[in-house]
């Protein structure tokens, strides 16, 4: 794929979002098609999220993993947890496209789409374990 053709593709999507057209956004969109090595649309679509997240994937994945075991210590339970099942469902909502710009945005879209459960006392903890880690 040529880089007009990536411009183009981006600009589709862009359009059917109602993004505007910025000097920003251009400047974003060429930042990201330099150092991009994707060779189908697939490919770039993901790289292009990526790109746009402003956490690592490390960032997440070791604030999520915190944040469960923190939820696990603050319910001071007696059970033990089997902890497998976890780190792969880790990687399948960081690999779907979480496009997080902040932790707290990343914990909130945590909660709905790997437990489809987001309520106020989710947000609560969500807010508490923040403040306790100076996340913002």
Do not use: C
């Not at 251009?26 to 679509?45: A, G, H, R, V």
Request: proline letters at 2%; glycine letters at 2%; charged letters at 30%.
């Amino acid at each position: 794929m040529n880089d007009l053709t990536k411009r183009a593709l981006i600009h589709d999507v862009d359009q059917k979002n109602g993004v505007l057209g910025t000097t920003e956004r251009e400047q974003q969109i060429t930042k990201f098609i330099k150092q991009d090595e994707s060779t189908n649309p697939l490919e770039m679509f993901k790289a292009w999220l990526k790109f746009q997240s402003y956490l690592s994937e490390k960032d997440k994945r070791d604030t999520i993993v915190k944040y469960e075991m923190w939820l696990m210590n603050k319910a001071n339970t007696l059970f033990k947890t089997d902890l497998t099942e976890f780190p792969p469902m880790v990687d399948s909502f960081i690999n779907s496209g979480d496009v997080s710009k902040n932790y707290y945005e990343l914990l909130v879209n945590w909660e709905k789409i790997t437990y489809n459960t987001f309520n106020g006392l989710k947000d609560k903890h969500i807010k508490e374990f923040l403040k306790k880690h100076k996340l913002k």
